[in-house]
């Protein structure tokens, strides 16, 4: 099977689909900062739209439930003057049977351009990026275990927004490693745009076997994990994809890796808190903490919107640009 790397940058280097921010060059994903930071006016504009994507069609194909992602990822398309058509799958065909790849060919059939995937199944956007028509960019908005690469591009705007740079940053990320696929995303990215330290804290059941191969520091201790620390990342405890008894108590995991207002203190004064939500509040945070000062959680909402049409822009752009090429 030819990895996500081959499928998801062209010849010359352009994104054709974004499936995974894994093993992306560190230009590629400062030109999706870059992109995404020149849609940021657009939202201060009277009117939130530029004429980009006029005529093109964009599928949002939602097999797990949404609402951030799911409207975030509309509202950018439709920002792009693009019309935007949205699958609801449990209404849908899929229901009778019908197959991923069939359902794909039926969108195509309608002449659609994009095809915005969430999935419960790892790979799930590879396998349609594979199988597309090619006209058809592909975007995974999840999938899996795996990756979910917008996320994690959002939070990267957020954090260069904030900090300016990458490179003299120490970063850690804190919880249910093992079932995030936000967390590989963010620790491949951060690791390409050369952040000095990342770090995870998490208790042992919820962490991946040889984790520290991804170019982390590992920590079981959230007050040693969180030590002078410029970002805290918070995860979402992800009941939905957990086999068996893996937690103590809800009370228990937030008296040990819950952020408290007191234990945000031990990291530096300006350190920035970020969570991609649905938040558990009093598990994973505490309400003082996800609503205080030193929260940017509804910055990487806002930011999600921009990086979204920049990726959206960006991969249907090299179609256009394929076509002049031609």
């Given at each position: 099977m030819i990895g996500p790397h081959e499928v998801q940058v062209d010849a010359q280097g352009r994104l054709r689909h974004f499936?995974?921010?894994?093993?992306?060059?560190?230009?590629?994903?400062?030109?999706?900062l870059d992109t995404a930071d020149s849609f940021m006016s657009v939202v201060d504009q009277s009117v939130k739209k530029v004429p980009l994507l006029r005529g093109r069609t964009i599928v949002n194909l939602f097999y797990e439930p949404s609402?951030?992602?799911?409207?975030?990822?509309?509202?950018?398309?439709?920002?792009?003057?693009a019309d935007v058509l949205n699958i609801a799958v449990s209404t849908s065909s899929a229901t009778k049977?019908?197959?991923?790849?069939?359902?794909?060919?039926?969108?195509?059939?309608?002449h659609s351009d994009m095809f915005i995937v969430r999935h419960n199944q790892s790979g799930a956007a590879h396998f349609i990026a594979q199988h597309a028509a090619p006209h058809v960019a592909v975007i995974n908005a999840g999938d899996g275990r795996?990756?979910?690469?917008?996320?994690?591009?959002?939070?990267?705007?957020?954090?260069?927004?904030?900090?300016?740079?990458?490179?003299?940053?120490?970063?850690?990320?804190?919880?249910?490693?093992?079932?995030?696929?936000?967390?590989?995303?963010?620790?491949?990215?951060?690791?390409?745009l050369g952040v000095g330290e990342v770090r995870v804290v998490a208790p042992k059941t919820l962490l991946p076997a040889e984790v520290e191969s991804l170019g982390v520091k590992v920590y079981h201790d959230l007050d040693a994990g969180l030590d002078?620390?410029?970002?805290?990342?918070?995860l979402r405890l992800q009941r939905e994809r957990m086999r068996g008894t893996l937690l103590p108590s809800a009370h228990e995991y937030f008296q040990l890796f819950g952020l408290s207002a007191r234990r945000l203190e031990r990291t530096k004064p300006d350190a920035i808190v970020m969570h991609p939500g649905p938040i558990n509040r009093g598990i994973e945070i505490e309400s003082e903490v996800a609503d205080g000062p030193r929260s940017v959680i509804l910055q990487q909402v806002t930011h999600g919107i921009a990086v979204r049409m920049a990726v959206i822009s960006m991969t249907m752009g090299s179609r256009v640009a394929e076509g002049a090429d031609a």
């Open positions: 499936l995974t921010t894994e093993g992306l060059s560190r230009a590629l994903l400062t030109e999706i609402t951030r992602t799911r409207t975030t990822f509309e509202l950018a398309a439709k920002r792009l003057s049977g019908e197959t991923l790849l069939d359902t794909v060919r039926n969108l195509e059939a309608m795996h990756a979910h690469p917008t996320q994690a591009m959002l939070d990267m705007l957020t954090i260069r927004r904030h900090k300016g740079s990458f490179q003299e940053l120490s970063v850690v990320i804190v919880g249910d490693i093992l079932h995030s696929r936000v967390a590989r995303s963010q620790i491949h990215a951060l690791n390409t002078n620390v410029d970002v805290v990342m918070m």
